[in-house]
């Protein structure tokens, strides 16, 4: 039996970041509605239910830009508890000051690159030579200040770990 969808707004569930609320509908004598919550992620429900297609109520600041739409759909507003994660926004954000963030997201895979993959572990533990390397890495924002402050960051960030067993608690 087939089902198609009657009205997907696509919001995200009140309760669980990581789902969408989706009204499906099977025509029939008897007008029949389900409402789903899917992972946002599942491939095969989107296909199934042609999800790509629908339009989404998107704010304006994306404008047409695919990466930017990308970060919109996935990533702005969603809650996030991993440590990792929550490390990776805070050393982005660092390196956005005075920028905008579309220049910080089109450099994001060079920063995963040239700072180990967010590892705050790693980068705590940074010295002058690691330093220099930043500094004549072409793919990210060269700032002296900025990739101190990342190597600082990561040193308070184990800091508060310790203290309060993850950031996200901390938080």
Not at 4 to 31: G, M, Q, Y
Not at 64 to 82: M, R
């Amino acid at each position: 039996m087939h089902w198609h969808v009657f009205s997907a707004v696509c919001n995200i569930h009140p309760f669980r970041s990581d789902k969408l609320c989706v009204r499906l509908t099977r025509p029939s004598n008897s007008f029949h509605t389900k409402t789903y919550l899917k992972l946002r992620s599942n491939r095969w429900f989107n296909k199934q239910f042609h999800m790509d297609s629908i339009d989404k109520n998107r704010c304006s600041w994306p404008g047409q830009d695919p990466l930017y739409l990308h970060y919109h759909d996935t990533e702005w507003g969603v809650p996030v508890h991993d440590d990792q994660k929550l490390f990776e926004f805070l050393l982005l954000e660092t390196f956005q000051a005075g920028l905008s963030w579309i220049t910080i997201l089109r450099k994001r895979e060079n920063f995963r690159n040239a700072f180990d993959g967010f590892d705050y572990r790693k980068i705590a533990r940074y010295d002058d030579k690691k330093f220099e390397e930043l500094l004549s890495d072409s793919g990210i924002i060269r700032n002296k200040l900025k990739i101190k402050s990342a190597i600082t960051n990561a040193q308070a960030f184990l800091r508060i770990q310790e203290e309060f067993g993850s950031f996200d608690r901390y938080i």
